[in-house]
């Protein structure tokens, strides 16, 4: 059985390499298919991956007062999409005043530039330092962990004191290994002193959120003047039953704040942290399934052209099938050649296939600056996609070959 197993294989190697060109072709197709599962599988599990990791700190005792009520705008269906107003310094501080809900804490933030230059001494580093205004709560409640030094103080903010706390690669940007610690920076000619270091979050689409300086709200307003800054709210809640109460309590406040009436819809949202994980895991999923339908159409395509193949395959070997049944070969080993041959193609196809996915994959990895993570469940999928179009690519042409007359076979020419 074994031996007959090992024929059948050397057969259907020198069947695949006597018609090279339709089998490369035939390859090349199936390949196509898998890389794009493969590939875009990839991609979307990296990217994913790297955004999971940035809210994983943030926890679900959070939630945010923000511009729109989800974190990824939607457009398309014939809709105008709705543009709601900035929130502004003066509704910021108004909702930190008011905002009484016991057992809670209100961090507020905004992002001055993400092309800050920062000097220290004679050292400065590129134009492209994040720079954030942020109030003593901000960092606990976005889950920033210190690595060293201390956060900001209500009485830092209170005072506008010019302090600051920096990302881990602050430190090699600009002091090259000496503790950073109580060294003054420059931002736009203000000094600052350095009292905390961040610990490592690590690069997001290729910008390093590493490469930050948060300094005191009041001061970073001095500096930066832009119009229409839009500010972040967040609400630590300290205890989980509390949640639902102080969301509704946020939203009346800000009602009022914004000056809505009864009958007008929210021009805000209110969204818990796990709120976000949901619509990143909504547009994953929605990649993963497009990824899944140009795969299944691709796939579908390749096994027509692969049991093309190997029926025009069986009526080229006719005479040589009527041969081996004269010799006494059973239809099930004449089947089984057929099959293993339709096998063999699938297969190395899927494995070009892999290999093409994962480079892709490693690429968007690459050009994003986010770990590549090899796609276990993209490649199970694909070797079990490649061995079902074997199977129903193969089953017609090995079924004819195996009911083939050996007589009529043997005159065919």
């Known amino acids: 059985m074994l031996g007959l197993l090992r024929q059948n294989f050397s057969i259907a190697q020198q069947s695949i390499k006597g018609q090279l060109l339709r089998t490369i072709l035939t390859i090349i197709i199936i390949a196509i298919g898998i890389t794009a599962l493969v590939g875009i599988l990839s991609a979307v599990n990296a ?16 939630f945010y007062v923000q511009r729109y009520a989800r974190s990824f705008q939607r457009q398309g269906g014939g809709k105008r999409t709705k543009i709601n107003p900035i929130i502004n310094y003066r509704q910021v501080r108004e909702f930190e005043d008011k905002y009484d809900t016991p057992l809670t804490q209100v961090g507020v933030s905004f992002q001055a530039t993400s092309m800050a230059e920062v000097k220290s001494e004679d050292r400065k580093t ?58 003054t920076l420059s931002i736009r000619g203000n000094k600052f002193t350095v009292i905390g270091i961040l610990e490592e979050k690590g690069s997001t689409f290729g910008n390093s959120v590493d490469l930050r300086v948060l300094i005191p709200i009041d001061a970073a307003r001095g500096i930066y003047t832009s119009p229409n800054i839009n500010y972040d709210l967040s609400v630590k809640v300290f205890e989980q039953n509390l949640m639902e109460s102080a969301k509704s309590d946020a939203t009346i406040l800000m009602r009022n704040i914004r000056g809505l009436q009864p009958v007008e819809e929210d021009n805000f949202g209110v969204i818990q942290s796990d709120q976000l994980m949901e619509d990143l895991n909504s547009v994953s999923s929605a990649l993963s399934v497009a990824a899944v339908i140009i795969s299944i159409v691709t796939i579908f395509g390749s096994s027509i052209a692969l049991m093309n193949i190997m029926l025009v395959s069986v009526t080229e070997r006719t005479r040589e099938i009527g041969v081996r049944k004269a010799l006494g070969a059973k239809r099930s080993t004449i089947s089984w050649q057929f099959f293993i041959e339709t096998f063999l193609i699938s297969q190395y196809g899927s494995i070009l296939g892999i290999l093409l996915g994962m480079l892709i994959g490693f690429a968007v990895s690459s050009g994003f600056e986010i770990p590549f993570e090899i796609p276990w469940t993209a490649i199970i999928a694909a070797t079990i996609t490649s061995i079902i179009i074997a199977f129903f690519s193969g089953v017609i042409p090995a079924v004819k070959a195996a009911k083939l007359d050996p007589i009529e076979a043997l005159r065919y020419e």
């Open 47 to 62: 990217l994913s991956s790297t955004l999971n990791n940035g809210f994983s700190g943030i926890g679900t005792n959070t």
């Open 126 to 183: 590129k134009p492209k330092v994040i720079v954030a205004g942020v109030n003593e709560h901000y960092a606990e409640n976005a889950g920033i962990q210190l690595d060293e030094g201390r956060m900001f103080s209500s009485l830092d903010i209170e005072n506008n004191s010019k302090v600051c706390i920096i990302g881990s690669d602050m430190e090699d940007a600009l002091f090259q290994g000496f503790n950073p610690m109580g060294k």
